[in-house]
Structures are given as structure tokens and as C-alpha cells.
């Protein structure tokens, strides 16, 4: 399976295990973050250096898929303070580390594409409107299309990806067999990437399109194709249509399609972590202005356990 080296936070380099493998308490002067990778750059280009600006508490950062994040931070052996989950399915792994989560805000999924691809033309054209959104999967399903995207084992985002395709053959009456021809099986081996190394791959001329979050298109200056809100995961209002599409992950697990929020949570109630919550919940700005839309706190789990100053934010 091609897998892009990992590459973690610039501030996550301090993360370091020690010992016998499990993770060092934190202090009060430092608050350990562990986050979905494509959350990068507004947590360590905007909301972490501004805390740590605001607070003089030490942010330290660790990108990974959230799924993987949760088997560290289950098993002990990451540190971890605060963590930010592509949905609140994964957070709901951690059990009584975290029993509570809360949502506040979401991100359309995009076709991120490669300028200098030679279906740029073609997609750019899909993207202005110029050709109608169906011919994007006559596309997909060329031969010699190079499509990168996530692990829907360990991702939501490749979760989401590859249940947009199974909406689409619905939505666009697209012939039996698409879903398949498109993307092959859920880890195939020619698609998948790294959550942390499939956009610099696509920058790299190394494949023709990806998967993305709208946010992650726009750091990386990369052109996009927008998705019809019944194929995006971000429009409650459509969330019945995304729960017609399904994957069964490793394990047999079944996930079904729903929209996709921005959630996160203290892990064993930490104290840093609330501040640090609290701050992310209190400066929306960093996320609107980076393509989110913030929506109105989504409590789930055991919500009586959510401390009153976070619960207090609306």
C-alpha cells in the first residue's frame, strides 16, 4: 500500500514517548493535541500559536488520522490533553477517557485537482459549469486517471470519499459497476494515501485529483471541484440521502454515511484541556476565515458530563 511518510505537526516533534510506553502527564504549561491531519494548518498555524500566544501555555501539536489517534491515546501512549476528530465517531472509541463530544463545526468535501494534470481542462470546465457534474465520474473512471484518497479504515474523510461515490452512482444513474471501477476496494493499494502525505503527492504531479476537505484545498492553493451538498457530507438537510451509502472497515465494523463535523474533547477531564477547549470553542473566527462553517455546539455522548464552560458557549 503507498503510504506517504508520516509527516506530523512541526510542534509535534516534542511529542516524544518516554519510557516504558506510557504518555507523560501533562503540565499546567502545556496542553497536548492530538488531530485529525487535516486540521494541520488552522491548528498550527493559527489556533495553537495563538493560544500559546494568549495563555503562555506550551501548545503541542500531533497530526495523524483520527482513528489512529484513538488507539494511542486509548493505549496511553501519546499524551494527550484535548482531541479534534473528524466526527465524533472516532472520540466515541475512547470511551470513558472522553465520553462526550462536541461538534462545532463542518467542512464540504471537495475533488481537489492537480493544475498541470492533463484532465485539468476537462475538470476545470466541470468546476465552471461548462460541462455537467456527471461527466466527473466518466472521468474518475479512466484508465490512466491517477485518483489519490484516504484509508477508509482509519479515516473518515476516505470513509466519506468513497461513499460520495456510492451516492453518485445513485444521484446520477451512473452504470453498475462505477463505484468499483472508480475506486477499486476500500484500501486499494493504487489509491490510498496518507492523510498527511496525499496533497503534497498531488502538488507533486504524482496524481491527478484527490480527496479534500474544502479548508485543505485552499491552504494548499490546489483548484477544486465543489460537490452538490447531496454529495459533500456537509448539509444536515441531506443527511438521509448520505445514510443510504455504507462501508464495512476492518474489524466488520459498518459505518453509514452522515454529515461530517469538526468535533473534539478532553481526554480524562484534563484541566489544560478545558482552557484549551474553551479557546477553540470561543474563537471562531480562525475558522470561518479558513473555509469552515461554524454551526451551533452538537453535544453527544454522555452530555451531562460536558463541564459547564464548555457547555455555557452557544
Known amino acids: ?39 494541520a494548518y488552522i491548528m498550527d498555524q493559527q489556533v495553537g500559536p495563538a493560544y500559546q500566544k494568549a495563555t503562555h501555555v506550551t501548545y503541542q501539536g500531533r497530526a495523524g488520522t483520527s482513528l489512529s489517534l ?21 472520540i ?8 462526550w463530544a462536541i461538534g462545532f463545526a463542518s467542512a464540504p468535501l471537495v475533488l481537489a485537482y492537480n493544475p498541470k494534470s492533463p484532465y485539468a ?58 463505484v468499483q471501477k472508480i475506486l477499486g476496494p476500500l484500501d486499494n493499494p493504487r489509491e490510498v494515501y496518507s492523510e498527511t502525505g496525499i496533497l503534497t503527492e498531488l502538488q507533486a504531479g504524482n496524481l491527478d485529483a484527490t480527496s479534500a476537505f474544502l479548508p485543505e484545498a485552499k491552504e494548499h492553493h490546489l483548484p477544486y471541484l465543489i460537490l452538490p451538498p447531496a454529495l459533500n457530507f456537509a448539509d444536515p438537510a441531506d443527511g438521509a440521502f448520505y445514510n443510504q451509502a455504507s462501508v464495512r472497515i476492518t474489524g466488520g465494523k459498518l459505518i453509514r454515511g452522515a454529515p461530517i463535523t469538526i468535533d473534539l474533547t478532553v481526554v480524562n477531564g484534563s484541566a489544560a484541556g478545558i482552557k484549551f477547549a474553551r479557546y477553540v470553542l470561543t474563537h471562531p473566527h480562525y475558522w470561518t476565515q479558513d473555509g469552515y462553517t461554524v454551526i451551533s455546539p452538537l453535544y453527544s455522548g454522555r452530555v451531562g458530563s460536558i463541564p459547564h464552560a464548555l457547555r455555557s458557549i452557544r
Do not use: W
Open 92 to 99: 466515541k472509541d475512547l470511551g470513558q477517557k472522553a465520553p
Open 121 to 178: 481542462g476537462e475538470l476545470e470546465a466541470i468546476a465552471h459549469g461548462q460541462k455537467p457534474f456527471r461527466d466527473l465520474f466518466q472521468i474518475l473512471a479512466q484508465p490512466g486517471f491517477k485518483l489519490g484518497r484516504t484509508n477508509p479504515n482509519t479515516d473518515p474523510q476516505g470513509q466519506a470519499f468513497y461513499m460520495m461515490v456510492e451516492l453518485a452512482q445513485k444521484l446520477y444513474g451512473l452504470p453498475s459497476g462505477s
Open 1 to 39: 500500500m503507498k503510504f506517504a511518510a508520516g509527516a506530523g505537526a512541526a510542534m509535534a516533534a516534542a511529542v516524544l514517548l518516554a519510557g516504558c510506553g506510557s504518555a507523560p502527564a501533562s503540565s499546567s504549561s502545556v496542553v497536548n493535541v492530538p488531530y485529525a491531519a487535516s486540521l
Open 70 to 90: 484513538v488507539h494511542l491515546i486509548a493505549a496511553n501512549t501519546i499524551p494527550a490533553d484535548v482531541f479534534l476528530s473528524v466526527g465524533a465517531g472516532p
